[in-house]
């Protein structure tokens, strides 16, 4: 069964700093892995998608990495803003016709004005 | 820009009661999920629906739920007889093709008592 991890489970950082976000799943026969952005009681932002035979997607600040042998993604955050500030989710795709997501717990961040 | 809507924001029901939950997908999109996040924990996946009939269903998806396309917008989540344990935020979501960027709804709150 697919397990994803997140780490670390919160983080406060300064606002201008430059950040990265982990994410490690348990079976790397995944299909795709797709980060999100959560605030505070209302859904989910999709940010990044990623495919499995992809290394990287890259959207304005935000880089995400792909390792899939490793079972590891990584979240870089640029430049970091206090409107960054959510729970940011990390969740991966089995493909083949398994179509639902299995998420991480997340990590909740903070940037400090 | 095209979203997934979700009504109701918030319910409040009895134990036992029936509940449905409304989600109206993006409109080009083929496939639809539902997900469950119950409080302090990880997004849940419960079901997946393609062409009509359930593509993907998880364990917790058991014979109290059942999903279903009423019309050509509306996606609903029936909930037959609710428990305590049912409690949640329920998240819609839609995609254009399977493996591709999951789109969520804002949720419905649903509280049992």
């Known amino acids: 069964k697919q397990e994803v991890t997140q780490i670390p489970a919160a983080l406060s950082v300064p606002e201008g700093e430059n950040l990265v976000l982990n994410c490690s799943f348990t079976?790397?026969?995944?299909?795709?892995l797709q980060w999100f952005r959560q605030d505070p009681g209302k859904g989910l932002t999709s940010l990044l998608l990623?495919?499995?035979?992809?290394r990287e997607q890259t959207s304005g600040r935000l880089n995400a990495s792909l390792d899939k042998s490793s079972g590891r993604s990584t979240l870089y955050i640029a430049a970091s803003q206090p409107g960054d500030s959510a729970t940011y989710l990390c969740a991966v795709g089995r493909g083949g016709g398994a179509d639902g997501l299995t998420f991480g717990k997340g990590t909740h961040l903070i940037i400090q004005p | 820009e095209p979203e997934v809507t979700q009504t109701p924001s918030h319910q409040v029901t009895q134990m036992g009661q029936e509940v449905i939950l409304r989600c109206v997908p993006i409109?080009?999109?083929?496939?639809f999920y539902w997900y469950r996040q119950i409080l302090g924990q990880k997004v849940e996946f419960l079901v997946s629906f393609y062409n009509n009939e359930i593509s993907e269903k998880s364990e917790i998806f058991d014979d109290q739920f059942s999903v279903e396309r009423p019309d050509g917008s509306n996606f609903t989540l029936k909930i037959r007889s609710t428990k305590l344990e049912d409690s949640a935020m329920y998240f819609c979501?839609?995609?254009?093709?399977?493996?591709?960027?999951?789109?969520f709804g804002p949720g419905t709150r649903l509280l049992v008592l």
């Open positions: 990623i495919q499995s035979s992809q």
């Open positions: 979501a839609s995609s254009k093709e399977v493996g591709e960027t999951q789109y």
């Open positions: 079976d790397s026969a995944i299909y795709n």
């Open positions: 409109s080009n999109h083929l496939y």
